[in-house]
């Protein structure tokens, strides 16, 4: 492994972020040379890595293994302190000692994806053999791709079959890839706020955002690395405009209304006069702490380009055709981003092909982001459906040693 260049920028947690990219703190498997991924765009990725963390342990028949795959802006730090952030893990309320997704049961993997950040070959990524980053000389990946570079992470972890494969938002669109892509390696499926291909309205939203980036002066066409400067501004809009999707109106209302930041009386300027202003404007600049711009233009567009339904001829049923996988498919009544009706469509589908399904559609007013919060109705769904697939399975009840 090369060295890594100077520190980008003048803060302490640039220089933390950058260093993940290049030799992250958790697990991480190269690939040789001789073993390239394929793309869909037809190009051979050579020499890449991912970075992943496991939970638990592997069972002696190796049947107890759980992948989660981790949705646009997280990584693989779900239940753990995040290196960079010192947060907790993103999904510590699921993952854990005597949680619904139970280590003491279960062998949790998560991975970093392709185009990531956090050590998992992408754009920040140096080129093969040099100490030059790709930029945007990285081909343009795909969520099949993602899953792909999963698939041989699986293989070299010296699993054959995974238990359970759960993810939310992007999350979940890889759920779906891995159902049709790998049938018989996947025994229990459960894609969360999800839906089988992108819709207009949120390809609309992400070039918004990549806008955003690409019109930061910093942003240098892509090779801001070479200049030492990072474009923090215009990720940070892109990421505030994002992060309105994930919220609902009621819960905005709610948390925020109209309430005024450290104030009694408005300014008449265009200071954060409000408290929702002040929130967002924070979730930007903490988000640019631990997220590369090129990273979240790739991984954008890898969303953008999911239409499982195209890829099976427009009959997204045909994606799923012998399948033995049972799906238990869940939506949140909010979730504007991904509403209901496009989790029925990934339910009908599976229905016409007799499919082992079961669908949930979750009470809340939290919006898109109500899977990564406190939602007990969700977290019993998790724990029926992981409980009774477990019982077929074969594998020890909840609570058992």
């Not at 009694?264 to 711009?293: C, H, K, M, P, W």
Request: charged letters at 20%; hydrophobic letters at 40%.
């Amino acid at each position: 492994m090369t060295s890594a260049r100077p520190e980008i920028g003048s803060s302490t947690i640039d220089s933390v972020r950058y260093a993940e990219v290049h030799k992250p703190r958790s697990e991480l498997v190269r690939f040789p040379e001789n073993a390239p991924l394929k793309l869909a765009c037809g190009l051979d990725l050579k020499l890449f890595q991912i970075a992943y963390q496991t939970y638990g342990t592997l069972n002696a028949q190796k049947s107890n293994a759980v992948l989660i795959c981790h949705a646009l802006t997280a990584d693989q730090h779900i239940a753990n302190v995040h290196p960079v952030t010192r947060k907790p893990g993103w999904w510590e309320n699921m993952v854990g000692p005597g949680r619904l997704i139970d280590t003491d049961r279960f062998f949790v993997i998560c991975s970093n994806i392709l185009g990531g950040c956090m050590g998992s070959t992408g754009p920040a990524s140096f080129k093969p053999g040099t100490q030059t980053p790709y930029g945007l000389d990285f081909p343009v990946i795909t969520i099949s791709d993602m899953v792909d570079a999963q698939a041989r992470l699986i293989d070299h972890l010296g699993i054959d079959n995974l238990f359970a494969v759960i993810g939310g938002s992007m999350g979940g669109m890889q759920v779906l890839e891995w159902a049709a892509r790998y049938k018989d390696r996947v025994f229990a499926a459960m894609p969360i706020a999800t839906a089988a291909w992108h819709s207009s309205q949120n390809i609309a939203f992400h070039e918004v955002g990549r806008q955003a980036v690409m019109a930061d002066p910093d942003w240098c066409g892509g090779d801001y690395y070479a200049h030492d400067v990072v474009p923090k501004r215009g990720l940070a809009v892109a990421r505030m405009a994002a992060h309105i999707t994930y919220l609902s109106e009621e819960a905005l209302q709610r948390k925020f209304g109209r309430s005024l930041q450290d104030r009694s009386a408005l300014t008449f300027s265009f200071n954060a006069d409000f408290q929702i202003e002040s929130y967002l404007r924070y979730q930007g600049s903490s988000f640019v702490d631990r997220f590369d711009a090129n990273s979240y233009l790739y991984i954008t567009r890898a969303m953008d380009y999911f239409d499982m339904k195209s890829q099976y001829g427009g009959h997204l049923a045909e994606a799923f055709r012998g399948t033995k996988t049972r799906f238990c498919v869940v939506s949140f009544t909010s979730d504007w981003l991904y509403p209901t009706r496009e989790s029925r469509a990934i339910v009908h589908a599976l229905n016409a092909i007799a499919a082992n399904v079961s669908f949930v559609e979750i009470e809340s007013d939290k919006g898109h982001d109500a899977f990564l919060l406190d939602e007990p109705d969700f977290f019993k769904t998790v724990s029926g459906f992981l409980n009774a697939a477990a019982l077929r399975r074969g594998l020890p009840a909840s609570g058992a040693a």
